[in-house]
């Protein structure tokens, strides 16, 4: 028996070999996904704390700063092709989150969806590895077309806007800033080409909210749109 075994053994050796090898990657893989998952939603959780927290006096030297970075920077439009976050990326915005919380203005929630997020100001690689960004200079909700923008890093989760493309008509978004809250009631959803930006980052007499996010927690050209039209 034992003959057998070892007869076994030798002949099936890289079988064996390969088998353990995927097992090894696989796993790695699977725990540094986890990891990064886990890491965008504590941090989302600080945030929203943050959000909770800021008065309308706090609002003013953020939105000043952002301006005035808006006004330095070479490029006159922001970016509609965002950055997805690396582990690498991850752990260095960790080590930087206390100059990003000065960056949260408000919150989105989503009740349906179980979606709560906070909101920063302006487009950049980092705020939108920790909430939804937005994309107008100095936008206000209950003014023309607010813009939001996250990732979607994992289907069918309450990380970020993963779980966007769930979002059905008649549905209700809640934007809280400064102890009010806006609402507005989702009109529809579509999905876009990520070169398409004029089509949805446009300006409105009526206030209305957009929400964009990947069509898919990989990579694509898509981009799912979600509008919505204030209420109240």
Same mark, same amino acid.
């Given at each position: 028996?034992?003959?057998?075994?070892?007869?076994?053994?030798?002949?099936?050796?890289?079988?064996?070999?390969?088998?353990?090898? +995927?097992?090894?990657?696989?796993?790695?893989?699977?725990?540094?996904? $986890? %990891?990064?998952?886990?890491? =965008?939603?504590? !941090? #989302?959780?600080?945030?929203?704390?943050?959000?909770?927290?800021?008065?309308?006096?706090?609002? #003013?030297?953020?939105?000043?700063?952002?301006?005035?970075? /808006?006004?330095?920077?070479?490029? &006159? /439009? +922001? #970016?509609? &092709? =965002?950055?997805?976050?690396?582990? *690498?990326?991850?752990?260095?915005?960790? $080590?930087?989150?206390? @100059?990003? #919380?000065?960056?949260? =203005?408000?919150?989105?929630? =989503?009740?349906?969806?179980?979606?709560?997020?906070?909101?920063?100001?302006?487009?950049?690689?980092?705020?939108?590895?920790?909430?939804?960004?937005?994309?107008?200079? !100095?936008?206000?909700?209950?003014?023309?077309? %607010?813009?939001?923008?996250?990732?979607?890093?994992?289907?069918?989760?309450?990380?970020?806007?993963? !779980?966007? !493309? $769930?979002?059905?008509?008649?549905?209700?978004?809640?934007?809280?800033?400064?102890? @009010?809250? %806006?609402? %507005?009631?989702?009109?529809? /959803?579509?999905?876009?080409?990520?070169?398409?930006? /004029?089509?949805?980052?446009?300006?409105? @007499?009526?206030?209305?909210?957009?929400? +964009?996010?990947?069509?898919? *927690?990989?990579?694509?050209?898509?981009?799912?749109?979600?509008? *919505?039209?204030?209420?109240?």
């Amino acid at each position: 028996m034992k003959n057998r075994l070892l007869f076994l053994l030798k002949e099936n050796i890289v079988l064996i070999v390969l088998v353990f090898t +995927i097992f090894v990657i696989g796993g790695g893989f699977y725990f540094a996904a $986890q %990891y990064k998952y886990d890491v =965008i939603f504590d !941090n #989302q959780l600080k945030l929203l704390e943050v959000a909770r927290t800021r008065e309308q006096a706090d609002l #003013q030297p953020i939105q000043e700063k952002m301006r005035k970075k /808006s006004q330095e920077s070479s490029s &006159e /439009s +922001i #970016q509609e &092709e =965002i950055t997805r976050p690396t582990i *690498a990326d991850l752990k260095n915005a960790e $080590q930087h989150i206390e @100059e990003v #919380q000065e960056n949260v =203005i408000a919150e989105v929630e =989503i009740p349906n969806l179980g979606l709560n997020v906070p909101i920063l100001e302006g487009v950049t690689d980092q705020n939108l590895m920790f909430g939804a960004a937005t994309y107008f200079e !100095n936008q206000r909700p209950g003014e023309g077309n %607010y813009v939001l923008l996250s990732h979607n890093v994992r289907e069918n989760s309450n990380i970020l806007f993963s !779980n966007l !493309n $769930q979002v059905t008509e008649g549905m209700v978004v809640y934007i809280k800033q400064a102890g @009010e809250t %806006y609402k %507005y009631r989702v009109t529809g /959803s579509e999905v876009v080409k990520s070169n398409e930006g /004029s089509k949805v980052f446009k300006k409105s @007499e009526e206030p209305i909210l957009t929400m +964009i996010t990947c069509e898919i *927690a990989y990579k694509t050209p898509n981009r799912r749109v979600v509008y *919505a039209e204030y209420f109240e």
